[in-house]
């Protein structure tokens, strides 16, 4: 089963991640449809189960509201009732960095790619998540897994180019920055990772 994959990712554009926090941007998601419309409790017909984008969805609000009990049992809930869906792991993900949990939210990410291999979203998401932990290599690592599977995606570009600078390759970083953003943003950007990399030498 193929996943939606537009569905939410933890992104990065500019160097803010760095210094406190990480940016969360969340997509829209299609549901499926049917050749015949389906009778709902407002017709009179049965409740239907609560779709995995509408558990997605609720999780996210409650979240952002600070109710991150009540996702988190949502996400439980997503996680056994819809371990295929891609969003499953990327909202679980979110609901428990939104709580500071970073680790858990690594191996959360880490069950998604137990069950889809390699998947760019998971390994971009996988990668915030370390940098977070100023894990470097590692954060490395799934941004340029994620960079090889889909090197047109905005987002996996500027991801890269964050960590080469990081890492002190600033004519890697510059280069990439550029696909992206405008040369203002390009350089600084450059000088924001100069005076963040520090933080990131072990």
Aim: aromatic share 6%; with cysteine; charged share 25%.
């Amino acid at each position: 089963m193929r996943p939606d994959m537009r569905t939410t990712r933890l992104r990065s554009w500019r160097l803010l991640i760095v210094a406190a926090s990480m940016t969360l941007v969340a997509s829209c998601t299609t549901t499926t449809t049917t050749d015949a419309p389906a009778t709902d409790w407002f017709d009179g017909g049965p409740m239907k189960a609560a779709s995995p984008e509408t558990l997605q969805l609720t999780a996210r609000v409650l979240a952002s509201k600070g109710n991150t009990e009540q996702a988190g049992f949502l996400i439980d809930r997503m996680a056994r009732d819809y371990p295929d869906n891609l969003g499953t792991y990327t909202e679980g993900a979110e609901v428990l960095l939104i709580q500071g949990r970073v680790r858990e939210a690594i191996e959360w990410l880490e069950r998604g790619l137990a069950r889809f291999p390699n998947n760019p979203i998971l390994r971009n998401d996988r990668g915030m998540c370390r940098l977070l932990e100023a894990n470097l290599p590692a954060a490395t690592a799934d941004f340029e897994a994620a960079y090889a599977t889909d090197p047109g995606d905005a987002d996996y570009v500027a991801n890269l180019a964050l960590v080469r600078a990081l890492a002190g390759d600033v004519e890697a970083a510059r280069a990439l920055w550029s696909r992206v953003l405008n040369p203002e943003e390009v350089e600084h950007n450059i000088v924001q990772a100069a005076a963040a990399a520090p933080k990131f030498k072990r």
